[in-house]
């Protein structure tokens, strides 16, 4: 993928932020980049793995740098994200990955927070 100018500043926001934003909240940050090139930049980035897209309670997407390997606990009733690590280990115990060289995993667990 080339890194154009206005691409570089999609990136730059989801870097400095550090946060999972909305497509409408990067816009907010450049607002001198249309929507559509925010999207087709963030689905450039996704392809290459620089960015993750979370479907939020909302079923907005959002998306966030991705500076190391983590998992997310997504709360329908309040919408908070937490950023978790949950162990690979138990992947070990499934058949089908056994002879499956396994390059990215994306695990988010839904649900809501306990009273
Ligand atoms: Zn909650
Ligand atoms: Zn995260």
């Known amino acids: 993928m080339k890194l154009t100018p206005k691409r570089g500043?999609?990136?730059?926001?989801?870097?400095?932020?550090?946060?999972?934003l909305t497509a409408q909240e990067?816009?907010?940050y450049t607002p001198n980049i249309d929507l559509t090139t925010i999207y087709r930049s963030l689905e450039l980035f996704q392809k290459d793995g620089l960015v993750r897209e979370v479907i939020l309670p909302t079923k907005?997407?959002?998306y966030e740098y991705v500076s190391d390997v983590h998992d997310h606990v997504v709360c329908n009733s309040c919408k908070q994200i937490k950023h978790v690590r949950i162990e690979r280990k138990y992947l070990n115990s499934i058949p089908e990955l056994k002879h499956f060289d396994a390059q990215s995993i994306e695990v988010t667990v839904r649900g809501n927070c306990k009273q």
């Open 9 to 20: 500043k999609v990136l730059d926001v989801l870097k400095k932020q550090k946060r999972m």
């Open 26 to 28: 990067i816009k907010a």
């Open 60 to 62: 907005e997407s959002a």
